[in-house]
């Protein structure tokens, strides 16, 4: 969003008089994190020492608490600190946490994936692709995906019609064959990617979204589904992450917060549009959230 300098000094001080006297003004929080990028932020911190001579992070700690924390805490770390530090939980805790590790490295772009491959050996001393790979099942249908995206090469292929071909085929007969999802998910763009979709639509009758439903289970099933979603639009792969958090008995908190932190930034002004595929999103929030918590998911996804 890049602000003039002196607009990072209001916001430092809109952060300072939200957290003043008796009780703190969760609104003018979300405010500030409404007009600012994660980038931003990070200049948001700078005048903040400026002002006032401490880190900003002190004062939002003491601050605020539960999932809120969470969110405005996470928002002010950095995208790729925040990023590498998610990754790592994922893989330190009592087995591996499966379920985040495939949305935090399918929501990845090449781009991103060099970022965080950076802030993860500064953090750690290790070698972020690795340990991903050292830890995550071997054979999977949904652990090769996520090998092939870390290593994603983007390329306009030029042949939409053959990869539908080559991805019907994939599916005929007794099993399927993962290798050729993995291979055409990790390399088209996602021009091509969305007239693969179409032109399988067209020439099976059925979407290529349903076959994969049809085709691969559990894990496996939200891996491709997801990857799916994202080549179509990264939003819409926001959008499934929301929607999947929404599902059962309350919602999937960790899935919320680490979307929300990492992407609202970025795609919030399309996931709005892209989540009536889903269902309604301010409803969704409203239904498994409440209080600071339920208001910051509202005003960070501008839901209505």
Not at 8 to 31: P, S, V, W
Not at 244 to 261: A, H, M, N, P, R
């Amino acid at each position: 969003m890049n602000h003039h300098p002196q607009q990072y000094m209001i916001f430092a001080n809109e952060i300072h008089q939200a957290c003043k006297g008796a009780g703190t003004d969760e609104l003018r929080i979300l405010n500030v994190l409404t007009q600012c990028s994660m980038e931003d932020l990070q200049q948001v911190i700078r005048a903040y020492y400026v002002s006032f001579g401490q880190p900003i992070s002190r004062l939002l700690k003491k601050e605020t608490g539960g999932k809120f924390r969470d969110i405005v805490l996470g928002s002010f770390e950095g995208r790729y600190q925040y990023w590498a530090r998610k990754i790592r939980e994922a893989i330190k805790g009592i087995g591996t946490d499966e379920k985040s590790m495939i949305e935090l490295v399918l929501m990845g772009n090449a781009d991103d994936w060099l970022s965080i491959r950076q802030e993860y050996f500064k953090a750690y001393t290790r070698n972020v692709m690795d340990d991903i790979s050292d830890d995550i099942a071997k054979n999977a249908d949904w652990s090769k995906l996520l090998r092939g995206w870390i290593f994603q090469m983007r390329y306009f292929r030029s042949q939409p019609e053959r990869d539908a071909e080559e991805l019907y085929s994939a599916v005929k007969g007794a099993g399927t064959d993962a290798d050729t999802f993995v291979r055409i998910l990790c390399s088209t763009t996602h021009e091509e990617f969305a007239q693969i979709v179409r032109i399988y639509q067209e020439k099976y009758n059925r979407s290529l979204r349903e076959t994969i439903t049809k085709e691969f289970t559990g894990k496996s099933e939200k891996a491709f589904l997801l990857a799916h979603d994202y080549m179509l639009s990264p939003a819409k792969g926001c959008c499934y992450i929301l929607s999947e958090s929404f599902k059962g008995f309350g919602s999937c908190d960790k899935s919320l917060v680490d979307t929300t932190v990492l992407f609202r930034d970025r795609y919030s002004a399309e996931v709005q549009h892209a989540y009536e595929d889903f269902g309604n999103l301010a409803k969704d929030i409203k239904k498994d959230t409440s209080k600071k918590y339920e208001k910051a998911l509202l005003l960070l996804w501008k839901a209505q």
